[in-house]
């Protein structure tokens, strides 16, 4: 089992941490959560936007990345005195964002649609609207992996920068005082990186979340020591438990949408599929792992033939002193 106590969390501190995934952190493991958002969120102004050209009541369909978007979009069709028509659909990327829209419209379940975890859920749900005009909401930070599977399923879609992400100085934390650092997005990294270009992930290790974010460690010349997702820990809390309890580090999964994996089925039915893996000196961990194993079978495949020849012999020599 492996030793932590103090953890920073790139987050803001949840109304009741009895009612958050972080309830079985401080309760089982009795580690010592401090969270802190590593970034501040500011709306792009109206006749800022103005200049994009971009007409919101022109799309028949948004695209909700996360609560900040919702707040944005109707933020700045307020200040654009832009009326949205009833028959707006929503698409967002969990629950908790869909539920997040009865604080500016009337929850209606025939024209507000989520994923059940992932983005790529979202795509699949979104195959049967396809045909919608989309309008993304969304930050200046760069959403790589989304672009690409919206890309990939062929959604028209329009970027929408409606508001930006600006870095903290997180010297006053004085982050090299905690065994673990909590980040989520690609702007936690930078925010880190800035203030501590020269942190020992050694001493203070980092988890992550997102392929997005691990490459931006990797960029940083971080070390990343708790990857999430995995097939066992889809959450980050479920991977610093895994982590803590000493558990093996599984291989980074990034989902891929179902509509995705059938347009790929004839070209990969003869070959092996790979896993994805996010984090390559894991990778060369496993591939180093799975050698050693075939070694040692292959050498105790060796021992017991010497071992039957040997019990073969011994029997040959009773025989013909009898």
């Known amino acids: ?20 995934p972080y309830k079985s952190l401080v309760e089982t493991h009795h ?6 958002k590593f970034f501040d969120i500011v709306g792009v102004e109206a006749k800022d ?3 994009e050209r971009i007409y919101l009541k022109d799309y ?41 829209l009865q ?18 859920d979202l795509i699949d749900v979104m195959y049967k609207h396809k045909d919608e005009k989309f309008l993304f909401p969304c930050s200046d930070e760069p959403q790589t992996e989304t672009y690409k599977l919206l890309d990939k399923a062929k959604y028209k879609y329009t970027k929408a920068c409606m508001y930006k992400s600006i870095p903290k100085d997180l010297k006053s934390l004085n982050v090299e005082k905690f065994d673990m650092v909590v980040v989520f997005t690609p702007i936690g990294v930078k925010a880190l990186a800035t203030s501590y270009p020269k942190l020992d992930t050694e001493k203070t290790m980092i988890a992550a979340f997102g392929a997005s974010t691990h490459v931006a460690l990797a960029e940083a010349g971080f070390k990343l020591t708790v990857p ?5 820990a889809p959450s980050m809390t479920a991977a610093i438990e895994d982590f803590i309890l000493g558990k093996v580090a599984e291989p980074v999964l990034i989902k891929k949408p179902a509509i995705l994996k059938k347009a790929t089925t004839k070209k990969t039915t003869t070959k092996q599929n790979k896993p994805i893996i996010a984090n390559k000196a894991k990778y060369d961990e496993l591939l180093e792992n799975k050698r050693k194993k075939a070694l040692e079978k ?5 021992r017991r033939k010497a071992e039957k020849e040997r019990l073969l012999l011994e029997t040959q020599k009773k025989e013909e002193n009898q």
């Open 298 to 302: 292959k050498e105790e495949a060796l």
């Open 1 to 20: 089992m492996t030793k932590i106590k103090n953890v920073l969390i790139s987050q803001p501190e949840p109304a009741d941490i009895s009612k958050s």
């Open 103 to 120: 604080n500016y419209i009337l929850y209606r379940k025939r024209k507000i649609f989520f994923g059940k975890q992932t983005f790529a």
């Open 60 to 100: 028949t369909a948004v695209i909700f990345n996360s609560k900040n978007a919702i707040n944005h979009y109707f933020r700045l069709a307020k200040e654009l005195r832009e009326e949205i028509p009833d028959s707006m659909k929503y698409f967002c990327a969990s629950e908790a964002i869909a539920l997040y």
């Open 228 to 232: 999430a997702p995995t097939r066992s």
């Open 49 to 51: 936007f103005r200049k």
């Open 31 to 36: 580690l010592n959560l401090t969270f802190f």
